[in-house]
Each structure stands twice: as C-alpha cells, then as structure tokens.
C-alpha cells in the first residue's frame, strides 16, 4: 500500500540536483540585518517602545523650555488628573480598534450614562449605588448594541458608530433636557457619584481618584489581553479574522464580547467623569470620541488591527496631556496646541505604517 | 483490504445550492495510515466532497461514517474537536501572533491552580514548549524564537507551522488543501516530505492538489472527482499521470470500480 516509506529526498528528476542544494530554505534561520533593519524588527516586537520614547522626550523637552513650573510634583499630577477620562475611553477604544474596528460612539456611550447615573439618583431618588449599577449595564448594553449590528447585522463599525453616536447623543439630550445637574444638586442626594472626584496628596503631587482608576483599567485590560486566550483571539481576530474563524476562534462571540466590555468601560467613564467635571452636562467631552482616538493612534496601536498593546494608549493619552500643559506653560497660544497634537496623530501613523512594513 | 475499517466512509452524499448540485451522490473512503490525494477539474467538487466531511458544508442527502460511526458535523470546529485538523491554503494562521500563539489558537492552555481559574492565566511556557517540541520533531527548528511572528516567517515556514499544528491535534485524520500551490521548488520539497513524516506516524492524510508530480510523489490512492462525483480511485503505480488526466477530463473511460 505504501509505495513511498522511504523518507530520504526521492522526487523528480528534474528535482535530482536540490540534493547539492542549500537545504536551508525551509527552516529557521538567522539573518543578518542592517542596524535600521534591527531597529524596525525592535519597535515590531515592543509598539510601545515608540510612545514611551516620545513622552520621556517630551517631558525633558518642556521641562528645559517651561523650566520649574512644568516639572513641579503638582502640575505632573494635575497632568494625569486631565488625561484620566480621556485615558479611559482610550483603553475602551483600544478594545476596539485592536479589533480592526473603530468605535466613534465611545464619549456618546459614556456621556449617556452618566446622565442616567445622575437622572436616577439625583431627580428619581434611587440609591446612588444602584443607579450606578443601572448605568454600567447600560455602557455594557449600549456597547452591546454596536456590538450586535457589527457582527450580526454585518454592518461596517465606522458606519454603525457614526449612526450610535447620533443616536445617543439625541438620547442623552432627551434625557437631560439638554440641562447640566448642578453640583449641589449631586453632592445633596448622591455623593457617590462624585466618588472618584477624590483625591489625596503626596508630597506636592495631588492624585485624584480618576487617575487611579485610569491605571486600574489599563493594567487589567492589559492583563486580559496579553494573558488569557481571550485576549490572544482579541488580537487575532484584528490580524485576520477569517484565518482566526478558521483555526477555531468563535469570532462573533468574541466581538461581542469586546464591544460590550468597551462599553461598560465608557460608563465607567462616565462615572469617574461627574467626579472630575463635578456636573454632569450633557455638552461635556463632545470630541471625546476624536480625543480617545488620538491617543490610541499615538500609542502605538495600529488602526488596521491586531497590532499594539494597549498601553500605548495610557502613554498616547499622556503624550497628548504632556504636550497640552507644556505647551500652555510655555506660553503657547492654544491654537498652536492643535497644530502640535496633529502634527503627532500624522507621525504615529506614519512609524506604524513604516513599522508594519517588516517582513523579516 | 476489505476487513480494514476506513477512517472515513461517505456514501451518497449529495449538497445542491439552488440549481447546483455541488455534489451528486458521492462516495468517499479514507483507509488508515495512507495519503489520499484527491484530484479533479475546476468545478468537479473535489473542494465540495472535503468540506462535506469535515463540517464546512452539511450535505443535504448521504452518510458520512468516521472509523464506523456515523457523524453529522455542523461546522469545522465539531470536527475539530473530534480529531480532525484541516490545513487551509491559506494557512489560517495569524501573522501578528507568535508562533506559539498560532498552534494554540482556540485550545490554549491554562495554568494550573488559581491563577488559571480565576484569572484564566495562559502557562505560556507550556504552550511554547509544546510548540518547540512538535516543530523539533518535524525537523523545523534550528529556531532562534518560539515567539517569532509568523509574518516573520517564508512561505514555507509558515506552511511547516500549519502542517505542524495541523500534526500535533490531529487523531484521526488531516485534510490538506493545496499545501504546495503557493510554494517554489525547494520549500515544496520540503512541505512532501513532512507530509511523508506525518504519514509515518500513522496518521492518514486527505490530499488537495492540482500539482500531479507532487500527487502521485506521495499518494498511496488516487481519487479521481468528475462532475460531482466520484469517478474512480485508482493506484498511482498502476496508471501514469496522462491517464490520471484523461480520467478527470473525460477523456477516457474510467477503470472499473473496486480494482484499488
């Protein structure tokens, strides 16, 4: 039956001669590169190298122009106290364009429920905590929502986004009347939500809550998504996801699972945010969505999927927040703080597609 | 031959798409330890007939048997979880990942004790032993990282990866499409002769190919598709490979039935 259990080269005729060949062709080997070769292969394997280089700079460069002041323990905690809810909707928006995808709801989804939090606890008299609750499973629900048209409706993310953004933005306007809850109001029936408004002092640095949570967040998404096989179909789902339907991975599970967690993450946001803010407007953070994914693509985190660690968005995040306050205490007009910041997102995107290019 | 239970029998197996019948009362039989290529015209179904057996597309008509029993598979992954591993031309591997990450892809191990159930903890060092040694054992390694991405890789690396976690999972049996198609000659070679490895192990491999040199190089049985269905199976040691193509053309009236 089995005419060929010799394991040597046999073949064809014409194949004779590969036995004088280099036999090397199908094995692993090492090649050598040139030092901008081994540089790129670098960056490749950690695409975080590129924002922690950027921020470290930064922060030298706006420490000599800005001087004291920019260095000082306050104005770095106050740093970190600005970027915190812009940070945590870059880690839902991480989530999501690790996925291949883009989420232009996020600041919607967030914004949205904390107007529930505060419409339930402040005006309906429903305990702080439960609202709280109502609210998370709403970000879940809300991110559930894109989540579903996405992979069952097959609809493109940009688009579906684009079409949930409107959605609860009219929503939430419904929901507030388009009227901020005072602060008053918040701290007279539901202090709760205020919660991570709150802050503690180390030596001159102030640390607010909020901070703390961003941190908190990133660390475990990243957990989840560098240690656990979720995590590993996360990102191979973002690289292929037909080959990742192939080889097993239940993908609309798995992208439903990730647009209900970037969800819940916006309502944690949403949360920390009535701390930070100390009202909830409806009008706040409206370019949220655009802010959250500027960071991510400074961060590293290519848009075409499967690539980055989501880290990078905290250090994009920070970057941006760097540039911010060293640029204002340089005495640069805010104009000028724009024009900076897109000048970042087009060289992000530019080392990531030059990065991407490495093929060996 | 006959007191041998095949690994695979399917018999009357019939899918349509409308007006279409993408496979019209086929049969199929995969014998154990041996290389079944399985050859065709664009068009005849061969691709139909494999994907009828490992769950891609559920026949409409037919029975498919697996080492006697008989299966009804409602997508690859049931297969799968059967023992049975599918190479895909286009090699369903993911290229930003490592190396170990793509032969775990959807079965990854989790560490022992309360970091693996609670917190759902990889043990990353298993799995990338397990890696080591299943590529070791293929002859693929002279490796500098387990951790590579596999777009780091040639094209015939990433193939010996596919092969290799295709060999690793598989109990009963492996369907390989077209492994050869996107290959030069060397790194060709060297995809034969792992299929030829594999093949010493016991396990018995469904074969794809358009590549008749590289057919009748490793096939123990030819199965020869026409227009839905099967036409004949015949020995690569009896027949040349014009015939193989008269057959599958039409060309030629096929070899009586049950002669292999």
New interface residues.
């Given amino acids: 039956?089995?005419?060929?259990?010799t394991?040597g080269?046999?073949?064809?005729d014409f194949?004779q001669t590969?036995d004088q060949?280099d036999t090397?062709?199908?094995?692993?080997?090492?090649r050598h590169q040139s030092p901008l070769e081994r540089i790129r292969h670098v960056l490749?394997?950690n695409p975080t190298l590129v924002p922690v280089i950027v921020l470290v700079m930064s922060l030298f460069a706006f420490g000599l122009i800005a001087g004291g002041k920019f260095f000082s323990a306050f104005n770095l905690s106050l740093i970190l106290q600005q970027v915190s809810i812009i940070g945590i909707l870059a880690a839902a928006q991480s989530l999501i364009i690790i996925t291949a995808g883009i989420d232009l709801s996020v600041a919607a989804i967030m914004v949205l429920m904390s107007v529930v939090m505060g419409n339930l606890a402040v005006f309906a008299g429903v305990p702080s905590g439960f609202a709280i609750i109502v609210g998370l499973a709403g970000g879940v629900g809300a991110g559930m929502m894109n989540g579903w048209l996405i992979t069952k409706v097959k609809l493109p993310p940009f688009i579906t986004t684009l079409g949930t953004w409107s959605i609860f933005y009219a929503l939430l306007l419904w929901l507030s009347g388009a009227q901020s809850i005072r602060g008053q109001d918040i701290d007279a029936n539901a202090p709760l939500l205020k919660l991570f408004g709150a802050s503690f002092n180390i030596g001159g640095a102030r640390i607010t809550l909020s901070a703390l949570l961003m941190i908190v967040v990133f660390v475990v998404l990243w957990?989840m998504l560098n240690?656990?096989?979720?995590g590993?179909?996360v990102?191979?789902i973002g690289?292929?996801k037909?080959?990742?339907d192939?080889?097993?991975?239940?993908t609309d599970r798995t992208l439903l699972s990730v647009y209900g967690l970037s969800g819940f993450v916006c309502a944690l946001a949403g949360w920390a945010s009535i701390g930070r803010v100390g009202s909830i407007s409806p009008q706040s953070f409206y370019e949220g969505n655009l802010d959250s994914i500027t960071a991510v693509v400074i961060g590293g985190i290519s848009l075409f999927g499967?690539?980055g660690s989501i880290m990078g968005a905290l250090f994009g995040a920070l970057i941006v927040g760097v540039f911010r306050s060293g640029l204002r205490l340089s005495g640069v007009d805010v104009l000028w703080q724009v024009f900076a910041i897109g000048w970042l997102i087009i060289i992000a995107v530019a080392i990531d597609q030059w990065i991407r290019r490495?093929?060996? | 031959m006959e007191n041998v239970t095949p690994v695979v029998q399917a018999r009357g197996i019939v899918k349509r798409y409308g007006h279409v019948t993408a496979i019209d009362h086929s049969d199929f039989e995969l014998r154990p330890g041996e290389v079944l290529a399985v050859i065709g015209d664009n068009g005849a179904g061969k691709s139909s007939i494999v994907k009828a057996i490992c769950g891609a597309t559920v026949p409409d008509e037919g029975e498919i048997l697996i080492e006697g029993k008989p299966v009804k598979f409602n997508s690859p992954i049931e297969a799968r979880e059967m023992g049975i591993e599918i190479v895909y031309q286009n090699l369903a591997l993911s290229p930003a990942l490592s190396i170990a990450d793509n032969m775990f892809t959807g079965r990854e191990i989790r560490k022992q004790g309360w970091q693996g159930k609670y917190l759902r903890m990889l043990d990353k060092p298993a799995m990338e032993k397990f890696a080591r040694d299943k590529l070791t054992e293929l002859g693929l390694m002279t490796v500098q990282s387990i951790k590579q991405p596999v777009e780091t890789l040639s094209g015939g690396q990433r193939q010996g990866v596919a092969v290799a976690r295709a060999a690793a999972f598989a109990t009963k049996f492996i369907i390989m499409d077209e492994p050869t198609a996107a290959l030069g000659v060397k790194e060709s070679r060297k995809v034969l002769e792992l299929i030829q490895d594999v093949r010493a192990r016991g396990i018995p491999i469904i074969l794809i190919s358009h590549n008749m040199p590289h057919v009748f190089e490793v096939a123990d049985r030819i199965h020869i598709h026409r227009l839905g269905k099967r036409l004949c199976t015949i020995n690569p040691k009896d027949y040349t490979m014009s015939d193989a193509v008269a057959f599958m053309t039409g060309a030629k009236e096929p070899p009586a039935q049950d002669t292999v």
């Fill in positions: 039956m089995s005419n060929t259990t394991t080269p046999k073949g064809q194949e590969l060949s090397k062709v199908a094995s692993f080997e090492v490749h394997n957990y240690k656990t096989a979720w590993r179909h990102y191979a690289d292929d037909e080959a990742a192939m080889s097993g991975i239940r499967g690539r490495v093929s060996a």
